[in-house]
């Protein structure tokens, strides 16, 4: 059974930053793709960023030239830099691990004051 776990969430002003990780119970370049995607009150679940097994990596154009995903293999953690937040971006952020299944961690709140 795969174990995914966000971490990294929290309260931050308007315009701050922060850094969601997430780590996995086997290596995260094991799977086909993995991704950020965020849950607000009263609105759709939103994909933000994701990164292919080669290394490819794509944005909502909601949060594109604020947010990096990236990887690091030593740490077998998957990253979400979220700089220039937004009270917008307020939300529960979920890491997604795909493969022949699909894998969710319990999400991380994210809170952006204005």
């Known amino acids: 059974q795969v174990h995914v776990e966000e971490s990294g969430g929290g309260l931050v002003q308007a315009g701050g930053s922060l850094r969601l990780s997430c780590t996995a119970n086997?290596?995260?370049?094991?799977?086909?793709?993995m991704a950020w995607s965020r849950q607000a009150p009263g609105k759709q679940h939103e994909l933000v960023a994701t990164?292919?097994?080669?290394?490819?990596?794509d944005y909502a154009d909601s949060v594109k030239g604020r947010f990096t995903i990236s990887r690091d293999g030593a740490k077998n953690t998957l990253y979400l830099q979220m700089n220039s937040l937004k009270p917008e971006d307020s939300a529960v952020y979920y890491c997604?691990?795909?493969?022949?299944?699909?894998?969710w961690g319990q999400g991380t709140q994210v809170t952006v004051s204005s």
């Open positions: 997604n691990a795909r493969g022949a299944e699909s894998w």
């Open positions: 086997r290596s995260i370049f094991s799977f086909a793709n």
């Open positions: 990164v292919s097994h080669e290394g490819n990596k």
